[in-house]
């Protein structure tokens, strides 16, 4: 049974610090690319940053230079660390492992102006 269990999120001021956590089981971590993805209100699901088994990240151009994405195979455990945030940044944050469509419960992140 693959499991997939968000948190860090919370309540910051624009230009404030978070970091995100996703712990995966049910899986051989260190095999599984795994993805950050955000979803707003009325909006579609987006990816955010992703990370190869090799420890290669993608990000999106809109968070490029504020956000970093890493892993710790030994824990099961990808991060989101999210700097200079911005109210636009406000969404559900979910992991997922490479293109499967499993996901976790989310993560509520929002930024005040």
């Known amino acids: 049974q693959v499991q997939l269990v968000e948190s860090g999120g919370g309540l910051v001021q624009a230009g404030g610090s978070l970091r995100l956590s996703c712990v995966a089981s049910?899986?051989?971590?260190?095999?599984?690319?795994m993805g950050w993805y955000r979803q707003a209100p009325g909006k579609q699901r987006e990816l955010v940053a992703s990370?190869?088994?090799?420890?290669?990240?993608n990000y999106a151009d809109s968070v490029k230079g504020r956000f970093t994405i890493s892993r710790d195979n030994a824990k099961n455990t990808v991060y989101l660390q999210m700097n200079s945030l911005k109210p636009e940044d406000t969404a559900v944050y979910y992991c997922?492992?490479?293109?499967?469509?499993?996901w976790g419960q989310g993560t509520q992140v929002t930024v005040s102006s």
């Open positions: 997922r492992r490479g293109l499967y469509n499993t």
């Open positions: 049910g899986i051989i971590f260190r095999l599984n690319a």
């Open positions: 990370i190869t088994t090799s420890g290669n990240t």
